[in-house]
């Protein structure tokens, strides 16, 4: 007889019934999941390549050759003397991420070391925008605390001078390279991109407070020839500095700019410097132009940094969960435990940050016009509002990546402008005592500087309005002169601060003053 088949039993069938369930159920979500990374994946690629688009109509170019500067021959290259080149040359573990090792860690140590004691108990609030002249006397006591003496005493100038001989040594080098290299292009691994290590930027800033105080002292020791060298020396780091397309190295400019503005201005209002000192200022100053720094800053920094990063984060997920953990995105325990789950995000995702910074940052390029150099606020504004406030970035979970990057560009423009109306102020303020020079008074307008003595730029417009600047003759010789500046408006003159009765200046508000002196 043939067997008999027994069915199976209820409790059997019941539970290859939720097999088959629990089957379909996975396969609907493994599809849904799948459906999901298409679609965002598709998203993704459609606004890049719309947006790619819209910037080659534009004449932009999104690759790194296009940015990075032509090479030039060591001898002729600034940053490639002996002082600065051994800050390129060092190695990286960790298939070029991990720590930097120099070959020559005693030199990098030697120019760190390359800065003015900052311990000392009557530390200066007030600068030379509050028409401050140097107190070379709190110099001279900062001096003598951090070499553990006593307190110094007579002319500070020569004493402030005799402190700063222990920079001579350096201090040469850098005049002997300036003199004989006459323009400069920093080595850089731009294939490093954010683990490009910036050691010369430290250096520059400490041989540019070095020159700074230097030329102060100088000037109150009636070495007036020594001081302009000291000035132009600062002037020429800074254009050694904004020759290359690095946001760190645009805002060491600026900071550099600032520096040789201070000694500058005391010789200007102390009427110290003759006029071939004045006219080298002048022709110094005309070539600076914010408003192209700042634009090739912003493509280096897309080209070269923002978008190459987010590349390296698509290839290697576990850089984007170290990124967003370090950049203490992800900030609280549940956070970091859940930080992991970075690595499953839509390669789409990435591309719509891709996308979003790219778009920002070419309305950031709009905000600028280099010939001649102009900023618009109202561009600027427009910007903020997009990325800090109101635009898709606050509200679109997916573009994390360019939430985090761009909010630290939106106070570059007017950081940019500001100090590009600076510079022009003191083009004018040195028209004005070439013509004091020349005529034993100062002009009752502008337009009356004798045309030979205006230089290159002659009697440059507010950069970020568009309009003359203000000027007018006061008591007792002098003069005012400032730009109604980021806020468009004229405030009489007043410079804006964080909030009153602050001494911290903030140069989105007030006016942009050339300041006379204050006395203490």
């Given at each position: ?18 097999l ?19 679609h ?27 940015v990075?500067p ?12 002996p ?89 040469i ?16 691994r ?26 102060s ?5 009636g ?24 946001l ?21 209002v ?38 190459p ?19 203490q ?7 970091n ?41 109202d ?39 500001a ?22 008074t ?11 003595l ?11 309005t568009?309009?003359?600047?203000r000027?007018a ?11 109604d500046?980021?806020?468009g ?32």
């Amino acid at each position: 007889m043939e067997p008999i088949e027994t069915p199976p039993s209820a409790p059997k069938r019941r539970r290859y019934k939720w097999l088959r369930r629990l089957g379909w159920a996975a396969v609907w979500v493994i599809s849904l999941i799948a459906l999901f990374y298409v679609h965002q994946g598709w998203q993704g690629r459609r606004a890049w390549k719309a947006y790619a688009a819209e910037a080659d109509a534009a004449g932009e170019h999104l690759d790194t050759e296009s940015v990075i500067p032509p090479p030039i021959p060591d001898e002729e290259n600034l940053a490639m003397a002996p002082l600065f080149k051994p800050l390129f040359e060092y190695e990286r573990a960790e298939g070029g991420y991990g720590p930097v090792t120099y070959k020559d860690p005693a030199h990098k140590e030697a120019l760190d070391s390359m800065k003015l004691p900052v311990s000392f108990k009557s530390a200066p609030i007030r600068g030379w925008r509050q028409g401050a002249v140097t107190d070379l006397s709190a110099w001279q006591a900062r001096f003598a605390e951090a070499d553990g003496g006593s307190e110094s005493t007579g002319d500070p100038a020569p004493a402030v001078l005799k402190s700063l001989e222990r920079f001579n040594p350096w201090l040469i080098q850098l005049e002997e390279a300036a003199e004989t290299r006459s323009r400069s292009r920093f080595p850089f691994r731009y294939d490093e991109g954010m683990h490009l290590p910036l050691a010369h930027a430290i250096s520059a800033q400490g041989f540019g407070q070095i020159l700074r105080l230097r030329a102060s002292a100088r000037l109150a020791a009636g070495k007036e020839m020594e001081a302009s060298r000291d000035v132009l020396l600062v002037l020429r780091l800074q254009d050694a500095f904004g020759a290359d397309p690095i946001l760190i190295g645009y805002l060491v400019s600026i900071s550099l700019q600032e520096m040789a503005m201070t000694a500058l201005w005391e010789g200007l209002v102390t009427h110290r410097w003759n006029d071939p000192q004045l006219q080298a200022f002048q022709e110094r100053l005309a070539e600076i132009n914010h408003a192209a720094q700042f634009e090739s800053a912003i493509r280096g920094e897309r080209n070269l940094f923002a978008f190459p990063t987010i590349e390296m984060l698509r290839s290697n997920r576990s850089l984007l969960v170290r990124f967003f953990t370090d950049s203490q995105a992800v900030t609280t325990t549940q956070g970091n435990a859940f930080a992991p789950a970075l690595t499953f995000i839509p390669g789409g995702w990435l591309d719509l940050n891709k996308a979003a910074i790219g778009r920002n940052y070419q309305r950031l390029l709009s905000v600028a016009d280099p010939n001649p150099p102009r900023f618009y606020p109202d561009r600027a504004e427009a910007v903020v509002n997009e990325v800090d406030r109101d635009g898709p970035l606050r509200h679109d979970p997916r573009l994390l990546f360019a939430r985090l990057a761009l909010p630290a560009f939106t106070l570059l423009p007017n950081k940019s402008a500001a100090a590009q109306g600076t510079a022009d102020l003191a083009l004018i303020a040195l028209a004005l005592e070439r013509h004091l020079l020349r005529h034993g008074t100062y002009p009752d307008a502008l337009e009356k500087i004798d045309e030979d003595l205006r230089g290159s730029r002659g009697i440059p417009q507010d950069c970020a309005t568009g309009r003359p600047a203000r000027y007018a003759l006061s008591d007792g010789g002098s003069y005012t002169i400032y730009y109604d500046g980021w806020n468009g408006r004229d405030d009489g003159g007043q410079l804006g601060t964080e909030k009153q009765g602050s001494d911290k200046l903030d140069l989105s508000k007030g006016d942009w003053v050339w300041p006379q002196v204050v006395e203490p």
